[in-house]
Structures are given as C-alpha cells and as structure tokens.
C-alpha cells in the first residue's frame, strides 16, 4: 500500500500548508480541501498533471449522489450506473430497466451523460438473482469454491466454478436449481478458467525427491521426431529427481527416456510432466532464448551455469578428452582451464551468447598429475547420438 506525504500534493502545484488538519488533525467540514488534497494524491500517484486528475474526478461525488436519488426514486426504473474509462473526456451512463422516467437523468456539468434503456431488468434484480445462483451452486451442485459476478454493463451473471472435482451433473443439478434470469440477463458458466500452461526452462534445479537437495542442473531443452519435449542433463544424473526453474519454484516429476555415457560423452534426455521451452538459465533467475549449437575450439571463452556454484568464465583447453573415473570411462570431452564447478553442477549447460555448446560433466586430472579441470560433453554429440534436436522455438 502506498503512503504519502504532503511533499506529494507539493510536487504537482497544490498547496496544502493552510488545509485544516496540516498538523495531523482532521479535516472534517471542508470538503474542498479535501478534494484538493486527494486529487493531488492522485494525479502523483497515475504520474499525470493536476488538471487532468481534477477533470477526471471532481464531478463523480456529484454523479454517484444523482445516481444514489435514483435508486432510492426509481427502483423500479433503474437498472445500475457507470463510469466510462477516462479518455480525455468524463462521460458515465446510467441504465434503465425501460425507458428513462420523467427526470431520470441528472445533469452533472462538463460531464456527457448517456442513458442505456431497455435494458430487461433492474439493479435489485440482477443482485438478487446473482444471489439465488450463489445459494444454487453452494447447495444443489455442491461446489466449495466458485464465484458470482453480476455485471450490470451486459446483463450477465458470470460463476467461475474453481472445483477440479466438481462434474457436468453437478453443474447441470446447480443450473436446474436456480431460478429464471430476470428478463434481458443471462446466466454464464466458465467450468474453471483456463490456467497458464505450465513450463519448464533449461539451466533448471534437479532435486531429490526424498529430501528437496540439489542433484544436478539441468542444461537444454530438447525434442524428438515426435515433437515431445524434454531436457538434457549429465546421464550420471539418475532418478528420482523433480525439475524445476528456481529453488522453491513448481516441481515436475521426470521420466529418462534414452542416454548414453562412453565414447560420445554423458548425457542423457529426460522428458518431464509439463512442457520445456527453448530457454535456458544463464544467470540465477535469469533465461535466455537457445537458438543454435556451438562447436567449442581451443582457448574460447565459455559461460557455464550450475545451481551450486553460478555463473563462471573459462577458456577451453582440450578437445576430445578421455577420462575413466570409479571404473567408467567416458570420451569426446572438452576440458576447461580450471576446476570452478562442484557438485550439482552435473549436468548444466556451457554456452556462450544463444548458442549451447555443452553439458557438464564433472572434473579430473587433465594435462598433468596435479592440476584438476572443468569437462563437459558437447551438445551436438548428444543430439546426434541420442536422436533429439535442440528446441528453438
């Protein structure tokens, strides 16, 4: 919630060191202070000049006071009342279940006011009813969350039924046990609105299922012949794990579907329970979009991102590195200058720009007996090996 100071009427020309009340106490009785003061807070507010705010809304305590006379006079008449979106111009309508009764529309000065007639209905009755399908749907259709919305714009009475568990006989025994709309209205359903298809970046965090600590990370999004889509991480990477964008974010469940740890490198391709996009983590919470495959060369500069250690630099110091650890050797490495990644870092991407160049893989002794490196796999060994392509778009 924003709070303001009187420094905010100051800075749009409105001063408010005589208003009553400056020193705290209240301003009750003047209302022009008042006015003056909140229009201010506006203007402030929406970035916009006084006289502008001030057009926009000094007339509509005078037009909600005429609208008020009119439901207490006409409740038979009057069908409810708006403000139209400021466009340069105040105007409002009112509406009416019929025509417009004998002094039923106000005058507000320097305001268009237009009447909306025949509209069916009244204001009374549109509430009323959107109560009776509220009490529908609470008893005969059994719903626990759902809401009623009367719009007196269009006439509709809209429920957003929010219940997974709820079934078209529930909707249709809710529907049968409210009344008729009145005339002119209409009841509308939405069954549960439609919710943003769940996704899934590269560079994401694999955790274990068991106890929520960092596995791997996982590098780019893939996809087969088929048009199924996974992700690329590190083969030694093994299940159970979940996937997701950021430590605490949405979990999906994954499924391996084919790898490979030998003479082409370590990768393997997972597919996951919602849909993997094209982009990948280059900076924690931060993604950008993969459009191609790098092929490193030695002593180019590359960007690598794990979910242990962050973002590092290094430049390439051999192609085609075999290394045999605990038994099992794997080939068609690139080994970096230095050792900077650590555990849970398998398995994320080495990239540099947009392009993706490689998975990680781990370290080891590389060039000598004492000095330990950073190695991935390239990704167009995985690609071609695995039969996936690098998902783009």
């Not at 303001?4 to 400056?22: D, E, F, N």
């Not at 006015?35 to 001030?54: C, H, K, L, P, T």
């Not at 982009?279 to 490193?296: E, H, K, M, N, S």
């Amino acid at each position: 919630m924003r709070t303001w100071s009187r420094a905010a009427a100051l800075a749009v020309g409105v001063s408010i060191m005589t208003m009553p009340g400056a020193s705290g106490s209240s301003t009750d009785g003047n209302d022009s202070s008042q006015e003056r003061e909140d229009i201010a807070r506006y203007a402030q507010s929406e970035g916009v000049s006084f006289d502008e705010a001030y057009d926009q809304l000094h007339w509509q305590p005078e037009f909600v006071d005429a609208v008020e006379n009119l439901r207490i006079n006409h409740p038979d008449d009057f069908a409810g009342a708006g403000i139209d979106e400021y466009d340069g111009s105040p105007s409002a309508w009112i509406g009416y279940a019929r025509s417009t009764p004998e002094g039923g529309l106000p005058r507000v000065d320097g305001v268009e006011l237009r009447a909306v007639e025949n509209k069916g209905f009244t204001e009374a009755e549109l509430i009323a009813y959107a109560g009776d399908v509220a009490a529908s749907y609470a008893g005969a259709g059994g719903y626990r969350n759902f809401s009623v919305t009367p719009r007196h714009e269009t006439g509709r009475v809209v429920v957003a039924v929010l219940d997974d568990e709820r079934s078209s006989e529930a909707s249709a025994a809710a529907r049968n046990a409210t009344p008729e709309p009145p005339h002119g209205s209409k009841l509308i359903e939405i069954s549960k609105p439609a919710k943003a298809q769940p996704t899934l970046r590269g560079g994401g965090r694999l955790e274990a299922t068991s106890s929520n600590d960092l596995k791997c990370t996982s590098a780019f999004a893939v996809q087969n012949s088929s048009g199924t889509r996974g992700f690329l991480t590190a083969q030694h990477c093994t299940l159970p794990f979940t996937h997701e964008d950021t430590s605490g974010g949405f979990e999906y469940g994954a499924t391996g579907v084919s790898s490979h740890r030998g003479y082409y490198g370590d990768f393997r391709w997972y597919t996951t329970t919602t849909s993997e996009l094209d982009d990948f983590q280059y900076l924690a919470g931060y993604w950008r979009d993969l459009t191609d495959i790098g092929v490193p060369v030695i002593n180019q500069t590359l960007a690598r991102f794990g979910h242990k250690t962050g973002d590092q630099y290094d430049d390439v110091y051999a192609l085609g590195v075999w290394s045999h650890i605990d038994g099992v050797s794997t080939g068609s490495l690139v080994a970096m200058d230095n050792k900077e990644a650590d555990v849970g870092d398998s398995g994320g991407p080495w990239f540099w720009l947009s392009k993706g160049y490689g998975i990680h893989h781990g370290h080891d002794y590389i060039g000598g007996c004492c000095v330990l490196r950073d190695m991935f796999s390239t990704v167009s060994n995985a690609t071609s090996t695995l039969g996936v392509t690098l998902s783009t778009s």
